[in-house]
């Protein structure tokens, strides 16, 4: 009988667990702290810090099971889910790490025993094939002599994407820093499948599929391209767990493997459905999981950044299963079958089934209105047709914004004998995708969810309040006459003082006032097409359509705004006066509290480079330069000098802000009178956001004197803290730091010495019941993180054990279970976990082999240990 996926991906960890690495669990989707990445798309990125040498490693071995999304960016290929063998948005990724451990030698050796041997995968050998990168003589080398592989099936693969070291077999993290050959493992499929060798021109078949990556951090890469010699070299591994299930189970597809012909089989059944190789049901399966994992790791639907991708994903599933002829609210029900599909892996998922069934059944209705809203809006855009022929951008539009099914739109159109230009649809879609590669991810906004043919004026350049009429309100995404009290919604003007949302700045808050004292709270103002939307609560009476208004920018918010947003000007010419001109903008962010601004570059600032551009525009600033802004011909303004955004669409009219003889731009935003009212401009930070981008973040005026203040504060504190003054501050905290480094690892010394003695006391304290030794123990004098290791050195040196450990700190009981694989049919750590952990009110959780928990009732500790000789009793044959 052939593996199941999830005993593939125990026994993965059970085998390096068995070399030496320590199992650690995998990361959030979302990953704290790391802005670079929209998703954990890889094993390594938890561990980046590590291959950067800024953290120290815990353990030199390591190996997990990671949970990866790959939806957006530069790993977008959201359409091929579901009609392609291999494509995934969501995947568990196995991987392996050495941190200065072992290398080359023992990481492939490693591989191939576990693809191969009898024991575990037992691949034939004759059906493996394995890439290096060209000039990696030293893997070669090992692949031949040491694994006996021969030459033809290695393969060489040189710099086939230009210049040296761009390769398909060399990795690196980014433009500079860690990187390093690797060795792709193949699997051939067999010669009735299409497809050519790795490196050839028909490599992208399916015959050959790369199932393990084996990275050698070897150098690092500097500036220049230089290659150094990394002090301490590393491995890093991934396989994805699909892939190699598909082939352990010996099926083509990832989609014909057991999780996902059961979850199928589920969502047949829910959906009402007969069509059993309906591609659709391949789309569910797989956004079901996305969808729900996302939700656990606290991602909830919305229009922005990563909320946008759920709910992207979540009316895509939603689409195609009504184009399987499931009635509303199936999605959600989807949840159950997939925790039960998943087994261990599924353990978030259990925790939080509740949330996320409720926000899947919420965002599904939603859903419902808007395919409702977008048949609406199809029949409207037919009216308008004069041909026989739909246009393309109009299809766009409806599928992209309202998530219409295509082939209803065909099928619509088809019954009025009206055809759709699917070419312009096709173009309309790749310029779409291209978008989304920019901005590495779907960072979108909810201006397009909004179908507004309404107009409004922006005069806010001249005045921060006037008298308006409302032309349009907008409750709950759908267009009203009226507005109460308590409501959220959104308020169209014909004319209107507040700014939106747009070329990185922030939209003006304020209210909206009546005669009769109502109230509209403005908390945002953004742009739906040419409309200019406020985005609020009405908190007293009601307004309708119609009405006039006063509307009130808030002042002392809108004037720190506009500082910040000249200050970021003086800040882009700054930058290219010593960076040089080179320097482009990326990207910014202006809001009343600080600036942050992107722009190009390959390294980061030195801190003389930084402290030169602060010098610079504080200069600007006691110069008391004037800021006019014009309105001109885009040709004219360019030919002047102005700098424009490359990817900006401009129209035939920009408006061009100059400040004196310094600065000179297209924008559209508000901005100071001088450059004197800003008073201060003080750099918080500067930092990497993607690879050849910097981030600098700023402050200005009186939030840069606060900053200032704050930060000398704070080195007093310190400085009274260590005993010492401002200029012996660095020294005497360096010696301190030195001194802990010292401490830490004594301590670890003297704490694995303790498990040592700890376990030797415990094992001549073993009894054994039916032939298996039991270890129960409340230990005192050994804190909780030391407890796994303790269970790992007894299994180590026992057979047929089953251990149960338990230890008291700041008022919890942390308990742990451990049994040996041979006693898992009888038996399983998590199971004894469960039975301990409802005894003390606790709640935890593990794999068949090793379990923890953590529980509060320390009274009933003592009976629930003494309960556990009679409870294993029962279950041992």
Same mark, same amino acid.
């Given at each position: 009988?052939?593996?199941?996926?999830?005993?593939?991906?125990?026994?993965?960890?059970?085998?390096?667990?068995?070399?030496?690495?320590?199992?650690?669990?995998?990361?959030? &989707?979302?990953?704290?702290?790391?802005?670079?990445?929209?998703?954990?798309?890889?094993?390594?990125?938890?561990?980046? +810090?590590?291959?950067?040498?800024?953290?120290?490693?815990?353990?030199?071995?390591?190996?997990?099971?990671?949970?990866?999304?790959?939806?957006?960016?530069? =790993?977008?290929?959201?359409?091929?889910?579901?009609?392609?063998?291999?494509?995934?948005?969501?995947? @568990?990724?196995?991987?392996?790490?050495?941190?200065?451990?072992?290398?080359?030698?023992?990481?492939?050796?490693?591989?191939?025993?576990?693809?191969?041997? #009898?024991?575990?995968?037992?691949?034939?050998?004759?059906?493996?094939?394995?890439?290096?990168?060209?000039?990696?003589?030293?893997?070669?080398?090992?692949?031949?002599?040491?694994?006996?592989?021969?030459?033809?099936?290695?393969?060489?693969?040189?710099?086939?994407?230009?210049?040296?070291?761009? %390769?398909?077999?060399?990795?690196?993290?980014?433009?500079?820093? #860690?990187?390093?050959?690797?060795?792709?493992?193949?699997?051939?499929?067999?010669?009735?499948?299409?497809?050519?060798?790795?490196? %050839? $021109?028909?490599?992208?078949?399916?015959?050959?599929?790369?199932?393990?990556?084996?990275?050698?951090?070897?150098?690092?890469?500097?500036?220049?391209? $230089?290659?150094?010699?990394?002090?301490?070299?590393?491995?890093?591994?991934?396989?994805?767990?699909?892939?190699?299930?598909?082939?352990?189970?010996?099926?083509?597809?990832?989609?014909?493997?057991?999780?996902?012909?059961?979850?199928?089989? %589920?969502?047949?059944?829910?959906?009402?459905?007969?069509?059993?190789?309906?591609?659709?049901?391949?789309?569910?399966?797989?956004?079901?999981?996305?969808?729900?994992?996302?939700?656990?790791?606290?991602?909830?639907?919305?229009?922005?950044?990563?909320?946008?991708?759920?709910?992207?994903?979540?009316?895509?599933?939603?689409?195609?299963?009504?184009?399987?002829?499931?009635?509303?609210?199936?999605?959600?029900?989807?949840?159950?079958?997939?925790?039960?599909?998943?087994?261990?892996?599924?353990?978030?998922?259990?925790?939080?089934?509740?949330?996320?069934? @409720?926000?899947?059944?919420?965002?599904?209705?939603?859903?419902?209105?808007?395919?409702?809203?977008?048949?609406?809006?199809?029949?409207?855009?037919?009216?308008?047709? +004069?041909?026989?022929?739909?246009?393309?951008?109009?299809?766009?539009?409806?599928?992209?914004?309202?998530?219409?099914?295509?082939?209803?739109?065909?099928?619509?159109?088809?019954?009025?004998?009206?055809?759709?230009?699917?070419?312009?649809? $096709?173009?309309?879609?790749?310029?779409?995708?291209?978008?989304?590669?920019?901005?590495?991810?779907?960072?979108?906004?909810?201006?397009?969810?909004?179908?507004?043919? =309404?107009?409004?004026?922006?005069?806010?350049?001249?005045?921060?309040?006037?008298?308006?009429?409302?032309?349009?309100?907008?409750?709950?995404?759908?267009?009203?006459?009226?507005?109460?009290?308590?409501?959220?919604?959104?308020?169209?003007?014909?004319?209107?003082?507040?700014?939106?949302?747009?070329?990185?700045?922030?939209?003006?808050?304020? $209210?909206?006032?009546?005669?009769?004292?109502?109230?509209?709270?403005?908390?945002?103002?953004?742009?739906?097409?040419?409309?200019?939307?406020?985005?609020?609560?009405?908190?007293?009476?009601?307004? %309708?359509?119609?009405?006039?208004?006063?509307?009130?920018?808030?002042?002392?918010?809108?004037?720190?705004?506009?500082?910040?947003?000249?200050?970021?000007?003086?800040?882009?010419?700054?930058?290219?006066?010593?960076?040089?001109?080179?320097?482009?903008?990326?990207?910014?962010?202006?809001?009343?509290?600080?600036?942050?601004?992107?722009?190009?570059?390959?390294?980061?600032?030195?801190?003389?480079?930084?402290?030169?551009?602060?010098?610079?525009?504080?200069?600007?600033?006691?110069?008391?330069?004037?800021?006019?802004?014009?309105?001109?011909?885009?040709?004219?303004?360019?030919?002047?000098?102005?700098?424009?955004?490359?990817?900006?669409?401009?129209?035939?009219?920009?408006?061009?802000?100059?400040?004196?003889?310094?600065?000179?731009?297209?924008?559209?935003?508000?901005?100071?009178? !001088?450059?004197?009212?800003?008073?201060?401009?003080?750099?918080?930070?500067?930092?990497?956001?993607?690879?050849?981008?910097?981030?600098?973040?700023?402050?200005?005026?009186?939030?840069?004197?606060?900053?200032?203040?704050?930060?000398?504060?704070?080195? +007093?504190?310190?400085?009274?803290?260590?005993?010492?003054?401002?200029?012996?501050?660095?020294?005497?905290?360096?010696?301190?730091?030195?001194?802990?480094?010292?401490?830490?690892?004594?301590?670890?010394?003297?704490? =694995?010495?303790?498990?040592?003695?700890?376990? &030797?006391?415990?094992?001549?304290?073993?009894?054994?019941?039916?032939?298996?030794?039991?270890?129960?123990?409340?230990?005192?004098?050994?804190?909780?993180?030391?407890? !796994?290791?303790?269970?790992?050195?007894?299994?180590?040196?026992?057979?047929?054990?089953?251990?149960?450990?338990?230890?008291?700190?700041?008022?919890?009981?942390?308990?742990?279970?451990?049994?040996?694989?041979?006693?898992?049919?009888?038996?399983?750590?998590?199971?004894?976990?469960?039975?301990?952990?409802?005894?003390?009110?606790?709640?935890?959780?593990?794999? #068949?082999?090793?379990?923890?928990?953590?529980?509060?009732?320390?009274?009933? &500790?003592?009976?629930?240990?003494?309960?556990?000789?009679?409870?294993?009793?029962?279950?041992?044959?």
């Amino acid at each position: 009988m052939s593996k199941s996926t999830a005993q593939i991906r125990q026994e993965f960890l059970n085998f390096f667990h068995s070399k030496g690495h320590q199992i650690m669990t995998g990361s959030p &989707l979302i990953l704290p702290n790391d802005t670079t990445l929209l998703f954990t798309n890889a094993g390594m990125n938890q561990f980046k +810090s590590i291959f950067l040498g800024q953290e120290t490693p815990k353990y030199t071995r390591v190996t997990t099971a990671q949970r990866c999304l790959r939806v957006g960016g530069k =790993h977008n290929d959201l359409e091929k889910v579901g009609y392609t063998a291999r494509h995934h948005t969501f995947f @568990e990724m196995l991987g392996n790490f050495s941190f200065g451990d072992y290398f080359k030698q023992e990481a492939i050796s490693f591989a191939w025993e576990l693809l191969t041997s #009898p024991k575990w995968f037992g691949l034939p050998k004759h059906k493996l094939l394995v890439t290096v990168y060209a000039e990696d003589n030293e893997t070669f080398k090992i692949w031949e002599k040491n694994i006996g592989l021969p030459f033809e099936r290695i393969i060489r693969i040189g710099n086939n994407k230009g210049g040296p070291y761009a %390769s398909d077999n060399f990795w690196q993290m980014s433009e500079t820093g #860690p990187c390093g050959p690797c060795s792709e493992i193949f699997f051939d499929h067999g010669d009735h499948i299409p497809g050519g060798l790795p490196g %050839s $021109t028909e490599e992208d078949g399916d015959r050959y599929i790369e199932i393990w990556n084996l990275v050698f951090m070897q150098f690092n890469r500097k500036s220049d391209g $230089t290659m150094i010699p990394l002090p301490m070299p590393a491995v890093d591994t991934g396989m994805g767990l699909e892939r190699i299930a598909a082939v352990i189970q010996n099926v083509h597809s990832n989609y014909n493997i057991d999780l996902f012909k059961t979850l199928i089989k %589920s969502i047949m059944q829910i959906t009402g459905t007969t069509k059993i190789h309906d591609q659709s049901l391949h789309v569910i399966a797989d956004h079901i999981r996305s969808c729900a994992f996302l939700i656990a790791d606290g991602v909830l639907p919305s229009n922005e950044n990563r909320s946008y991708v759920l709910r992207r994903l979540i009316r895509r599933a939603v689409r195609h299963g009504y184009t399987l002829g499931a009635q509303k609210g199936f999605f959600f029900k989807l949840v159950s079958p997939l925790i039960h599909v998943m087994h261990e892996a599924a353990e978030i998922l259990k925790t939080n089934r509740d949330k996320i069934e @409720e926000v899947l059944k919420t965002e599904e209705e939603k859903c419902a209105k808007t395919l409702k809203r977008g048949l609406f809006l199809l029949n409207q855009e037919l009216k308008q047709i +004069s041909g026989n022929i739909l246009n393309g951008e109009a299809v766009f539009r409806l599928y992209d914004t309202f998530g219409f099914p295509v082939k209803l739109i065909e099928d619509i159109c088809s019954e009025r004998h009206i055809t759709i230009d699917k070419i312009g649809f $096709t173009l309309a879609m790749q310029e779409q995708r291209q978008r989304a590669r920019k901005a590495s991810g779907f960072n979108t906004n909810s201006n397009n969810i909004l179908y507004i043919t =309404h107009k409004s004026k922006f005069k806010g350049y001249d005045f921060l309040q006037l008298h308006a009429m409302i032309s349009m309100i907008i409750v709950n995404e759908e267009i009203v006459d009226t507005i109460y009290s308590g409501q959220d919604g959104i308020i169209i003007l014909n004319y209107t003082p507040f700014y939106p949302e747009g070329g990185g700045q922030i939209g003006d808050i304020g $209210t909206l006032k009546s005669h009769n004292d109502t109230h509209f709270i403005i908390k945002n103002t953004k742009k739906y097409s040419q409309a200019i939307g406020h985005i609020g609560t009405l908190t007293h009476g009601k307004l %309708s359509k119609g009405e006039t208004v006063l509307a009130q920018v808030d002042e002392k918010n809108q004037k720190s705004i506009r500082l910040n947003h000249s200050a970021t000007h003086l800040l882009q010419a700054a930058l290219r006066l010593i960076l040089g001109p080179k320097v482009t903008q990326k990207g910014s962010l202006i809001t009343a509290q600080n600036l942050r601004f992107d722009f190009s570059h390959d390294q980061p600032m030195t801190q003389q480079e930084t402290r030169q551009v602060e010098i610079i525009i504080n200069k600007q600033i006691r110069r008391n330069l004037l800021i006019e802004a014009h309105v001109m011909e885009l040709n004219k303004a360019i030919n002047l000098g102005a700098m424009a955004l490359f990817n900006e669409k401009y129209d035939q009219y920009v408006r061009v802000l100059k400040i004196d003889d310094f600065s000179l731009e297209l924008c559209g935003g508000t901005h100071a009178h !001088r450059t004197g009212d800003i008073g201060l401009f003080h750099i918080t930070s500067e930092s990497g956001s993607a690879s050849g981008v910097r981030r600098i973040e700023a402050v200005t005026g009186e939030e840069a004197l606060l900053h200032k203040h704050y930060s000398y504060d704070i080195l +007093s504190k310190i400085s009274q803290l260590v005993k010492s003054n401002h200029c012996n501050l660095y020294k005497k905290v360096s010696s301190l730091v030195e001194y802990t480094h010292i401490l830490e690892k004594q301590l670890q010394k003297l704490q =694995h010495q303790q498990v040592i003695q700890e376990s &030797l006391l415990l094992r001549k304290q073993s009894i054994k019941i039916k032939n298996t030794q039991i270890i129960i123990n409340h230990i005192k004098t050994l804190e909780p993180k030391m407890l !796994r290791i303790l269970v790992d050195n007894l299994k180590y040196h026992l057979e047929s054990t089953i251990i149960v450990l338990a230890t008291i700190s700041n008022g919890k009981i942390s308990l742990i279970t451990g049994v040996t694989k041979d006693l898992i049919h009888h038996i399983t750590a998590t199971h004894l976990l469960e039975y301990l952990a409802n005894q003390v009110n606790g709640k935890g959780g593990g794999s #068949p082999y090793l379990a923890q928990a953590t529980g509060i009732n320390i009274q009933a &500790l003592p009976t629930a240990l003494a309960n556990v000789k009679s409870w294993i009793s029962d279950r041992l044959k």
